[in-house]
């Protein structure tokens, strides 16, 4: 029987054509508990860091600051598809040739800070209850509306021409929400010529980076968890409380306010050091928003 990890994150490099689904189902049966969760998703095409949560970290995912994400990807000018990936059907072509590198530098720079994103119809977004996906493989039409997000970087590494297509291998810093097949959909529109995404690699999500990653191969071999304590310690501020306090913490009674201030978890640690709950200020108090300590110090 299967010792269960301890609790704590696991930062995965999904490989293709895994669902972020499939990665937790794998990850259940290596850590030898169902108390597995993700942190965001990536789309089966895509690589590279996927946030996960073992046993009580599955409580911290929800409050991690991930809003930043990194990614490499390439983009295939001259093709619309389906899906705005290289998954979907091409349902329209045309001749990027003409495309000056100019032309992208300057259409690049239009998608690039705060912009309103119309997210690609196959996506798990809901609309009146069903998620995109399944409208658009039942046949429908999905016309999705437009979302605020924010671009930091928006920028093509190289640029490679061969025939009737260009490749661009592109690196986007973006915020949570961000659909890089909508950026390769909007970009390829903007130059007249369409255009779709052919490979993406995350490479960071908020400060988990490709190094911290391991794939399902290595965590096969040696389960590497971040632990609970050091994962609330690096993602939020640090509130010590003494044994007295420690105590009324467990047993879920707020505490005074923190400073911090709505919207910004607190992570509080008794005198030994054990992570005892998430806080967050509210009014006069600091209330819990998850209590992990199970007993008094």
Do not use: N
Not at 86 to 115: C, N, W, Y
Not at 224 to 229: K, Q
Not at 256 to 283: I, K, M, N
């Amino acid at each position: 029987m299967t010792t269960p990890a301890p609790d704590g994150l696991v930062i995965v490099d999904k490989p293709a054509d895994w669902t972020s689904h499939d990665v937790v189902g794998k990850l259940r049966k290596l850590a030898g508990t169902r108390r597995v969760g993700h942190a965001g998703t990536l789309d089966p095409m895509a690589t590279g860091v996927l946030v996960l949560g073992v046993g009580r970290a599955t409580r911290l995912l929800g409050h991690l600051a991930l809003a930043t994400k990194v990614y490499e990807g390439t983009i295939r000018l001259g093709a619309s598809t389906l899906t705005d990936d290289a998954l979907g059907e091409i349902i329209a072509e045309s001749d990027p040739s003409g495309v000056t590198d100019e032309a992208l530098r300057d259409a690049m720079a239009e998608f690039t800070g705060k912009i309103q994103q119309v997210p690609s119809a196959v996506s798990a977004i809901k609309k009146d209850g069903v998620r995109s996906y399944a409208r658009v493989r039942a046949g429908e039409r999905v016309e999705l509306d437009a979302r605020p997000v924010t671009v930091h970087r928006f920028e093509a590494l190289e640029v490679r021409r061969h025939g009737r297509s260009v490749d661009l291998d592109v690196v986007v810093e973006c915020s949570s929400g961000t659909y890089v097949r909508a950026l390769a959909r909007d970009l390829g529109a903007a130059l007249g010529v369409g255009g779709h995404l052919t490979a993406l690699r995350r490479t960071r999500v908020g400060p988990y980076r490709l190094a911290d990653a391991r794939t399902l191969k290595q965590l096969a071999g040696e389960m590497t968890v971040v632990p609970l304590a050091d994962a609330a310690a690096a993602a939020f501020p640090r509130l010590d409380v003494d044994e007295q306090t420690a105590e009324r913490v467990v047993h879920g009674v707020p505490l005074p306010p923190t400073g911090y201030g709505p919207g910004r978890p607190v992570a509080v640690f008794g005198p030994d050091g054990q992570l005892l709950s998430l806080v967050e200020d509210r009014g006069a108090r600091a209330k819990h928003l998850a209590v992990f300590a199970a007993s008094p110090p």
